[in-house]
T-cell receptor, first 116, second 114 residues
Framework: AQSVTQLGSHVSVSEGALVLLRCNYS??????LFWYVQYPNQGLQLLLK??????LVKGINGFEAEFKKSETSFHLTKPSAHMSDAAEYFC??????????????FGQGTRLTINP | DAGVTQSPTHLIKTRGQQVTLRCSPK?????VSWYQQALGQGPQFIFQ???????QRGNFPDRFSGHQFPNYSSELNVNALLLGDSALYLC?????????????FGDGTRLSIL
């Protein structure tokens, strides 16, 4: 079975400061990993994904994440926070598939607050 | 190019009633997955449809059922509604032939049970 743990249900940073959202996963097979963002009253928008290859993944809006197999982690970072980054962030894991998309297993989410 | 569309956006029902939620996948996508997101929680996988058949199922009771139509759109049906079924129901679509492509999500249907 796969699982995701997001450390910290709430994270608060100042505008311009580093954003670090933590995600650890458990998987019996090499995983696919994702970060999604959810703004109020909206669905999920993909920030970035890791499937294979380069372990440092760059996404939209200046976010990036690094897959560390030895630490079973996939932490999300952004060098400088912007007010528009305030949202709920979800880390998710899935099994690789030859074809099609496997189900996503999500963490509990981290609410990011940006202080002016 | 329209993304994933869901209807209705909001719905209020009472305990014991039945509800049907609808989803149209993104153009070019043929696989539809449904997720339940309770307040303050991450989404949980309900089931996935491909070629009009349920291909995978999460840990949800038989009260939750679905259907996929030849045009790839999908419905989620929930019978005998319980208070605990109150949640945001998210639909996600993907293409069977693109295993590296992520699922695209709609904005969801907010279901409230009174």
């Amino acid at each position: 079975a796969q699982s995701v743990t997001q450390l910290g249900s709430h994270v608060s940073v100042s505008e311009g400061a580093l954003v670090l959202l933590r995600c650890n996963y458990s998987s019996s097979v090499p995983p696919y990993l994702f970060w999604y963002v959810q703004y109020p009253n909206q669905g999920l928008q993909l920030l970035l994904k890791y499937t294979t290859g380069a372990t440092l993944v760059k996404g939209i809006n200046g976010f990036e994440a690094e897959f560390k197999k030895s630490e079973t982690s996939f932490h999300l970072t952004k060098p400088s926070a912007h007010m528009s980054d305030a949202a709920e962030y979800f880390c998710a894991v899935s099994r690789p598939m030859v074809q099609g998309a496997q189900k996503l297993v999500f963490g509990q989410g981290t609410r990011l607050t940006i202080n002016p | 190019d329209a993304g994933v569309t869901q209807s209705p956006t909001h719905l209020i029902k009472t305990r014991g009633q039945q509800v049907t939620l609808r989803c149209s996948p993104k153009s070019g996508h043929d696989t539809v997955s449904w997720y339940q997101q309770a307040l303050g929680q991450g989404p949980q996988f309900i089931f996935q449809y491909y070629e009009e058949e349920e291909r995978q199922r999460g840990n949800f009771p038989d009260r939750f059922s679905g259907h996929q139509f030849p045009n790839y759109s999908s419905e989620l049906n929930v019978n005998a509604l319980l208070l605990g079924d109150s949640a945001l129901y998210l639909c996600a679509s993907s293409a069977q032939g693109d295993s590296n492509q992520p699922q695209h999500f709609g904005d969801g249907t907010r279901l409230s049970i009174l």
